[in-house]
């Protein structure tokens, strides 16, 4: 059974950038895509991107987020990063990173395991 440490997030200003780490405290997760989620207050968890499990290279993003976040793996260390940019006050959030089997899903339902979450405020 997998288990991720999320670390990173905090307080930014609008424009401003973050970086998020997902590392997995114990096991492999070579045969698992690892998808990064958020969830506002009052609202569900919304899919934000996804590298997939058989090449780094391969990855997704909501719309709203193209161009300003850039997800990234490290095998060495086992972990996945959400490099954010351009932070607007709509992209405050928990976020949680997740591992599905094998392809990329963008339904929280068909994931796996899941990180803490870590908060992400963004705000002047």
């Known amino acids: 059974q997998l288990q991720f440490v999320q670390s990173g997030g905090g307080l930014v200003q609008p424009g401003g950038s973050l970086r998020l780490s997902c590392a997995a405290s114990?096991?492999?997760?070579?045969?698992?895509?690892i998808g990064w989620f958020r969830q506002a207050p009052g609202k569900g968890r919304e899919w934000v991107a996804c590298i997939q499990y058989h090449s780094d290279s391969v990855t997704d993003y909501e719309d709203s987020v193209k161009g300003r976040f850039t997800i990234s793996r490290d095998r060495e260390r086992n972990a996945v990063y959400l490099e954010m940019n351009s932070l607007k006050p709509e992209d405050t959030a928990v976020y949680y990173c997740?591992?599905?089997?094998?392809?990329?899903?963008?339904?929280?339902?068909?994931?796996?395991?899941w990180g803490q979450g870590t908060q992400v405020t963004v705000s002047s």
């Open positions: 114990n096991g492999f997760t070579l045969n698992y895509s």
């Open positions: 997740g591992a599905v089997l094998a392809m990329c899903s963008k339904s929280h339902e068909t994931y796996n395991y």
